[in-house]
């Protein structure tokens, strides 16, 4: 069994904890825990465990001064699973279950991308969009996406093709479609945090939901919100439609910054080797996407 504690609200960063079977893991302000918040002045020096057995996991206070909640309720000792919310002096945790997530991860590169359709009027999907100067006389009323696609590919409008492209897909579709190109293109020389952040917005992206998203952007955080990996986390935190840090009041994305995101990020790659391969990569990236999710 794998618990993961992934911080919602409080005075620190989001930070997220793997925690697994057999594992007893000290939180509290001092620093000689398994997990320390100095920053919290509301928590305890040692303020809780948390204990991880092969079947659950076993929350317990120790007699800290204002207490341990779960779901808003003050405990001596608790089992928590998915989905609770642990309180701890001004910062709060939300339980997920490890197990799900490292499977959703470790196979992220494998999971089909959505079936997308690229006849729809590319007027339409460039709607609001800010096209470069040379890419907006090139966009006329009959086209389709693809036909669009295909003519910024051929003048090497190659930034604005890939914007399209992720537009027309959605943002979900797209940051599958992105992660599975990066790492096809780039798999051998990403860190291992850059590989983990790629597998937290592929997995985000192809099951939403509040934990995945919440990962995906502490993922970004812990690279700095630099790089291909980190902007395709948050392209992935934004495609649940909140632009808003973990803990903060929910604000809506602006419509152009997941695609600006990604194709920023394929963009990254792309140029990473010598200036002849950047063609031939941005080239994959296109094909990928229009062979890949039209059917």
């Keep these: 069994m794998s618990v993961s504690l992934t911080t919602t609200s409080g005075p620190h960063p989001t930070t997220v904890l793997q925690l697994h079977t057999e594992s007893v893991t000290l ?17 305890s020096t040692r303020h809780f465990t948390i204990e991880v057995r092969p079947h659950e996991a076993l929350l317990t206070d120790l007699d800290s001064t204002n207490g341990t909640y779960v779901n808003g309720e003050r405990i001596r000792e608790a089992i928590v699973s998915s989905g609770d919310e642990i309180f701890a002096g001004q ?4 339980v997920g279950d490890g197990d799900a997530t490292s499977e959703v991860s470790a196979n992220a590169d494998n999971v089909p991308l959505k079936e997308v359709s690229f006849d729809t009027s590319s007027v339409e999907v460039c709607d609001g969009m800010s096209l470069t100067d040379e890419a907006l006389p090139l966009l006329t009323e009959a086209q389709t996406v693809a036909q669009f696609v295909h003519i910024l590919k051929k003048n090497s409008l190659y930034m604005d093709a890939l914007r399209v492209l992720s537009r027309a897909m959605g943002t979900n579709a797209a940051v599958q479609w992105s992660c599975q190109s990066v ?3 780039q798999r051998d020389n990403l860190s291992e945090m850059e590989l983990q952040t790629i597998n937290a917005a592929a997995a985000c992206a192809a099951n939403p939901s509040e934990k995945l998203a919440i990962e995906a952007h502490s ?9 291909a990996a980190a902007m395709l986390a948050l392209a ?8 808003a840090p973990p803990g903060h009041p929910p604000m809506p994305v602006d419509k152009q910054l997941p695609s600006q995101a990604i194709a920023g990020a394929l963009t990254l790659v792309a140029v990473n080797g010598p200036p002849k391969e950047a063609a031939r990569k941005y080239e994959e990236f296109i094909k990928r996407a229009l062979s890949s999710t039209e059917k």
């Design 91 to 94: 910062t709060t945790f939300l």
């Design 236 to 243: 992935a935190y934004w495609g649940t439609g909140n632009m």
């Design 183 to 185: 790492l096809e293109i």
């Design 27 to 43: 939180v509290g302000r001092g620093e000689g825990n398994d997990a320390s918040f100095p920053d919290d002045f509301q928590m």
């Design 219 to 227: 993922a970004a955080a812990q690279l700095g919100h630099e790089g």
